[in-house]
């Protein structure tokens, strides 16, 4: 009824992930890449649009986050995880998966920074994970 609706939009790109969750889980990966692709699309298409329609929705920010995660693209995911950080300084999980794309493009320090301060907003699991990296440094 509204191709707007940054709700709906918002709504339409959560289902699609967890769909391409259920997926992945059940499917040989190989034949399916090309369908994950155009799914991922979908989702990134949808993020988009919402976030061109309310800008300071750090969620909106955050989930595409997670779906550049998702994908592996980490300067992308950091660059979001950032802007939702920007707006929502309290948003714990923004800051873990900022730390862990950071670790992940080869900024342990940083990420470490991050992750310690998820842990301080109450993201406890953070620590364990911060422990796993210093053991590899």
């Known amino acids: 009824l509204d191709s707007t609706s ?4 918002w709504q339409r790109a959560y289902c699609q992930t967890m769909m ?10 190989k034949a399916d890449a090309t369908s994950a692709s155009l799914k991922s699309a979908r989702i990134m298409s949808d993020l988009g649009l919402a ?13 595409r986050g997670c779906t550049y995660m998702a994908e592996r693209d980490y300067t992308h995911a ?15 999980e923004a800051y873990y998966n900022r ?22 907003l109450g993201l406890y699991k953070a620590y364990s994970v911060i422990k796993k990296i210093s053991k590899s440094i």
């Open 78 to 92: 950091i660059d979001d995880f950032t802007r939702a950080i920007n707006i929502d300084h309290n948003l714990a």
């Open 99 to 120: 730390g862990l794309a950071r670790v992940q493009n080869g900024l342990k320090s940083e990420g470490i920074a991050d992750l310690s301060k998820a842990g301080e």
């Open 51 to 63: 976030i061109q329609a309310d800008k300071d929705n750090q969620y909106l920010y955050y989930n």
């Open 6 to 9: 940054v709700v709906a939009l």
């Open 20 to 29: 391409n969750e259920f997926d992945t889980q059940s499917r040989n990966a």
